[in-house]
């Protein structure tokens, strides 16, 4: 049954691919007035019948272009758009493969009105350094949202955690008529909005509101996404309700509303589960796996987007709330405010199998570890915009954050050498709890002065974070061999942490060449304070009561880190290329006062130069290449210098080095980007190299009972070199089908230089991570998305007894999804990992399969689910961490095998404006 159906694909594949004719449309753009070629014209294709789009591509520096597609239709309508011209049109005969249409003459746009009114919109318009796209242009599924509309859009990818890569580059923030919707989670946004409101989609680098303000040039690694909303779509309500059940008990639900009334935006949020999914994407089918970009921490919590859920390398049951608030008031003020609540309580247990490797041995760690966590927290952040004039604004961005953790964590280690004899072991139990509260402010003032890019900016961030914990301990070390010896603790820790911030800085630009040539002076004053207290009482045996203080293991430290740097900046800009240079001077002082021993206070005084400098050259629209080279100064922490004796670890004493110097890291990177929007291809290199004096690493010294004291010390000849090279192309089979392929290529040399058992070493660590992926489309029916990724290491020691180390991992990645019958849409999400050197005791490899059928009716209004988590039973997380030191393979606890069946349901009252459409009638935009 599977062979006929690949057959009867792959022939309606070729016969449709057949009946297809191909074409090649070119001319020349000219203005009329001024007979001046006109670069970054939209050209764009669409069919008669329906309007569709078919192709489309930008014009070049000579007004050059060239339309290649196949299609097959016999006649298509032409359409040339250009910023402050008036659009041309005309209706092309595509009886001919190639079709050269000359000079076009394009009359500018005036505020006559024409009997021709066009409704044509061209599908992707550049004003400067926008890219903005037509949403019309662009089809999707109808219960499409942003996410699924991004997707189609040329040089757009989007991956499974809902990162969005635009040309190469990462989009770290999404807006919404320019303002921030539910912070910087994009995810919240591009997953809980319907395309159908939406009326074009910017893309542009990503600046802050003052940057914006002044007109400054950024470096353009990240970009913004602006959501332009229709004007009818600016008043009304909607959002979306869902609800489901599964095996097990498991459950989720959630819920969207948001009230539009032009510049007002009121949006509330909820969510629950017992699944790991944050729960906010939770009607998007595939992504009700969960989503956002997330991280895991070693006590069992996650983040999303920067904002924290409470456990999650284990099972996770959470709830989070949120409302979000925008306004204008008059013409001046601009207001913005969002609040979050989430809650969340884990589980997790993880095993652990550690080689440590020494320089003429080795020895074997083992240990088995036990998590519980139950946390809340609850974040508001404010933001208000006030331009006083043309010229002067001002921003204030307050926020406030409570939290409140339980942990309770118990943990079994032993130790064995090489002959599988027991050195020592030890067991620990603790129990945590910690309430955590942070007040931040920033607020900048800028200025500008006449219109050449002149201006005057005075900042001020601050902020205080106090954390109180109490902390019950219970451990025992056995150490054995000659001299025996049992370390039994019974304590209670009453622990206290302030930090508070403070940053000030003035900048002033001056234009020494109309808006090309910049010198900019800045003064930055920074000051962080940390007081960290921590009162440790042993269990009084007479009173059993924690009354006797144990001032080894009591800490009373007041850390303070104060620099001031002034600096210069040099900047040239043309339209073609541009160049930056900065150079600045640090003064920095570190002081140290401890209360509790003050023979171990300390005042250490530093001084260092920075550079930052930056090249970038614009060939065309369609690429680019920068270069640039950084020089950072990194100081030792504070724990590095002091020389305080931490004996919290029985098995590890640590004593800082208050003789250590600052790392010096030189960094030269270099980068070139292209990509063709007609032809769907695209190349993005990457090579970066960083180059560290005095690096600060470890320094530890083991004895016989495998018993570490470790310190510090600065080391030289540190580097690493990697790169990425990334190659797509994209074929278009016809109006209906499409492949995508994208390979990529990841080199990497790492040299290492470190200490082991006090003797020095230096190890390189080689990898090569080449990866491919195929999407193949055929719209509205069919999308098959295999990914394949390998990855080789291979690490070498200039030390004898050390052995050479290679390793191999494996993982296979294959997404489907069907849309036939028209409501019926079946997703599956199949993953393959395989580590064959992973240690015999884990699973090396696993198949991990999720699927999802999902029926929409009432309108595309009501969806009903069917989730299947993990079909094959397979789910693993083992995994193999190799480092200079040590082999390590651990292996957690994670969600098993469920079904949940669910609803959800949409609700809109947003306004909908007509359409008119009248063969050649159209109207400039």
């Known amino acids: 049954m599977r062979s006929l159906f690949l057959a009867i694909l792959l022939l309606f594949v070729f016969t449709s691919f057949s009946q297809s004719k191909e074409f090649k449309?070119?001319?020349?753009?000219i203005s009329e007035e001024e007979n001046i070629p006109l670069e970054s014209a939209t050209i764009y294709l669409q069919r008669v019948i329906d309007s569709s789009l078919i192709t489309y591509t930008i014009s070049d520096r000579h007004g050059k272009f060239a339309l290649e597609n196949r299609t097959p239709d016999a006649k298509a309508n032409l359409y040339v758009s250009y910023v402050g011209y008036q659009t041309y049109f005309k209706t092309i005969n595509l009886d001919k493969k190639i079709i050269d249409l000359g000079k076009i003459n394009l009359k500018i746009n005036t505020d006559a009105l024409d009997e021709i009114v066009i409704t044509a919109v061209a599908p992707i318009t550049i004003k400067k350094d926008t890219l903005e796209f037509n949403v019309k242009s662009f089809k999707t599924k109808k219960d499409a949202n942003v996410e699924d509309l991004l997707k189609e859009l040329p040089g757009v990818e989007i991956d499974e955690e809902g990162k969005i890569i635009v040309n190469g580059k990462e989009v770290n923030k999404v807006l919404v008529n320019g303002k921030p919707f539910f912070g910087d989670d994009p995810t919240i946004t591009t997953r809980n909005l319907t395309k159908d409101i939406v009326e074009k989609i910017q893309i542009l680098d990503t600046k802050t509101k003052d940057q914006a303000f002044t007109g400054e040039e950024v470096d353009g690694e990240n970009k913004t996404v602006n959501l332009v909303i229709k004007e009818e779509n600016n008043k009304g309500v909607f959002g979306r309700a869902a609800a489901g059940v599964g095996t097990d008990d498991h459950y989720e639900y959630a819920g969207m509303f948001n009230y539009f009334d032009n510049d007002r935006r009121i949006s509330v949020l909820a969510g629950g589960n017992d699944i790991n999914s944050p729960g906010f994407s939770f009607g998007e089918i595939r992504k009700m796996f969960g989503g956002g970009s997330m991280n895991f921490n070693s006590n069992g919590s996650f983040s999303v987007g920067g904002r924290s859920f409470g456990g999650g390398q284990g099972i996770t049951e959470s709830e989070n709330y949120g409302a979000?608030?925008?306004?204008?008031?008059?013409?001046?003020?601009?207001v913005a405010a969002n609040y979050f609540y989430s809650g969340s309580n884990s589980e997790n247990k993880t095993v652990r199998d550690r080689e440590n490797i020494l320089a003429d041995s080795r020895y074997f760690t083992a240990s088995n570890s036990n998590s519980f966590n139950d946390s809340d927290s609850h974040s508001a952040d404010f933001e208000f915009d006030i331009k006083v004039d043309p010229t002067l604004l001002i921003n204030i961005e307050p926020s406030f954050r409570r939290s409140k953790s339980k942990t309770v964590y118990s943990e079994n280690e032993t130790s064995e050498d090489e002959l599988n004899t027991l050195i020592n072991q030890s067991t620990l139990t603790s129990n945590v709890e910690t309430i955590g509260k942070n007040f931040g402010n920033d607020i900048d003032i800028t200025k500008r002065f006449g219109s050449n890019g002149a201006f005057l900016r005075f900042s001020i961030e601050n902020e205080i974070n106090v954390s109180e914990s109490d902390d019950f301990l219970n451990s025992e070390t056995n150490i054995f061999g000659d001299n025996p010896e049992d370390?039994?603790?019974e304590q209670y820790t009453d622990g206290e942490n302030k930090v508070v911030n403070f940053n000030s800085d003035i900048t002033y630009r001056l234009p020494l060449i109309g808006k090309e040539f910049f010198l900019e002076f800045k003064y930055d004053y920074r000051r962080n304070k940390q007081e960290d207290r921590k009162s440790t009482f042993d269990r009084d045996e007479d009173t059993n009561e924690f009354a006797i203080f144990n001032t080894e293991l009591s800490t009373d430290f007041v850390y303070i880190n104060e620099t001031s740097t002034p600096s210069f900046e040099l900047e040239y800009r043309k339209k073609e290329w541009s160049a930056r240079f900065e150079a600045l001077y640090i003064f920095r002082n570190l002081e140290n006062n401890d209360e509790l021993r003050p023979e171990l206070s300390l005042k250490r005084d530093f001084e260092a130069i920075e550079l930052r400098s930056r090249f970038?050259?614009?060939?065309n629209s369609k690429s680019s290449f920068s270069l640039g080279y950084n020089l950072n100064n990194n100081p030792p922490q504070l724990s590095q210098l002091q020389s305080f004796k931490d004996v919290s670890d029985p098995l590890n004493t640590v004593t800082g080095n208050p003789n250590l110097e600052p790392e010096n890291n030189h960094r030269v990177y270099i980068r070139y980007n292209s990509f063709d929007f007609q032809k769907g291809s695209g190349f993005y290199g990457y090579l970066s190299a960083n180059f560290r004096d005095n690096t600060v690493v470890r320094k530890t010294i083991i004895d016989e009972n495998l018993v570490r004291e470790t310190t510090y010390a600065n080391v030289n000849g540190n580097y690493n070199v990697n790169g990425y090279i990334s190659v797509n192309k994209k074929v278009k089979?016809?109006?209906?089908?499409?492949?995508?392929?994208?390979?990529?290529?990841?080199?990497?040399i790492?040299?290492?230089?470190?200490?082991?058992?006090?003797?020095?070493?230096?190890?390189?660590?080689?990898?090569i991570t080449p990866n491919l992926r195929i999407r193949f489309v055929w719209k509205d029916v069919l999308e098959l998305t295999p990914m394949y990724r390998m990855s080789f290491t291979k690490n070498t020691f200039d030390l004898d007894n050390f052995e050479e180390q290679e390793f191999v991992n494996h993982a296979l990645n294959i997404n489907t999804a069907t849309f036939l019958p028209k409501a019926l849409e079946w997703r599956n999400d199949i993953q393959f990992s395989y580590n064959p050197n992973i240690s015999d005791d884990f699973?090396?490899?696993a198949w991990f399969w999720n699927s999802t059928l999902a029926y929409s009716f009432m309108k595309d209004k009501a969806t009903v689910t069917l989730k299947a988590y993990d079909l094959l039973k397979q789910n693993t997380n083992a995994?193999?961490?190799?480092?200079?030191?040590?082999i390590e393979d651990t292996q957690s606890t994670v969600l098993q095998q469920y079904f949940m069946l669910s609803f959800s349901w949409k609700f809109n009252t947003l306004g909908k404006a007509g359409e008119v459409r009248d063969g050649r009638r159209y109207r400039i935009n």
């Open 879 to 886: 995994r193999r961490v190799a480092t200079q030191n040590y």
């Open 843 to 845: 699973q090396k490899s």
């Open 616 to 619: 970038r050259y614009r060939f």
């Open 487 to 489: 370390i039994i603790r």
């Open 750 to 767: 790492r040299r290492t230089i470190n200490f082991n058992n006090d003797v020095q070493y230096a190890s390189t660590n080689k990898s």
């Open 25 to 29: 449309i070119s001319g020349t753009l």
């Open 733 to 748: 089979l016809d109006n209906l089908l499409s492949v995508d392929f994208r390979l990529g290529f990841g080199p990497g």
């Open 324 to 334: 979000n608030y925008a306004d204008k008031f008059g013409e001046k003020v601009d």
